[in-house]
């Protein structure tokens, strides 16, 4: 999809050196996926501690 983005060219610039891409596609590319990945990390992050899953790790291990 082709879209005009008015984006601050030092950040722009300064993204393409950290992540060693060369495209500026490819930079927000990367940033959309990350945003994304972060977000589903920090839904699941509201579930620790209320689940209770039942595993016996010994078991899953074979352990005796």
Known sequence: ???TLDLP???LNEAMKVTHIDT???V???AL???IRKS???ELK???GKIDLDI???ELRDRP
């Open 1 to 3: 999809m082709r879209t």
């Open 9 to 11: 060219e030092n950040l």
């Open 24 to 26: 500026k596609t490819g």
């Open 28 to 30: 927000i590319v990367l």
């Open 33 to 35: 996926e990350e945003l």
């Open 40 to 42: 589903k990390i920090s």
């Open 46 to 48: 509201k579930y620790k």
């Open 56 to 58: 016996d790790l010994s």
